[in-house]
């Protein structure tokens, strides 16, 4: 299994951003993905999840409502679109997946997530 992040850059206050990750090797469909990032010198944090049963999605509350999560289970993909996007915002993106359903506050604990992509780095100039 792989989780093949990309679509990170530069990109100045307030613009935007989408960042994608493609699974292969199993199917996601109906499983957790998220996303979390990790700045320089700071520990990994939640940023987002889609809970893969009934549509639920989360967020953090740094990103809500300037934050999407979404996902295409024909392509196997989890994309985070991120509007007005703020220097603190910059930061090594990864997307992950679960392998099994999880509660709400599961979702937003790294290790309840059994696969990693490899992180894309957005970083955002003020």
């Known amino acids: 299994v792989q989780l093949q992040a990309s679509g990170g850059g530069l990109v100045q206050a307030g613009g935007s951003l989408r960042v994608s990750c493609a699974a292969s090797?199993?199917?996601?469909?109906?499983?957790?993905l998220g996303w979390f990032r990790q700045a320089p010198g700071k520990e990994r944090e939640f940023v987002a999840a889609s809970s893969g049963r009934g549509g639920g999605t989360y967020y953090a509350e740094s990103v809500k409502g300037r934050f999407t999560i979404s996902r295409d289970n024909d392509k196997n993909t989890v994309y985070l679109q991120m509007n007005s996007l703020k220097p603190e915002d910059t930061a090594v993106y990864y997307c992950a997946a679960g392998t099994r359903a999880l509660i709400v506050g599961m979702l937003r604990r790294a290790a309840s997530y059994d696969y990693w992509g490899q992180g894309t780095l957005v970083t955002v100039s003020s």
């Open positions: 090797g199993r199917t996601f469909s109906g499983y957790p």
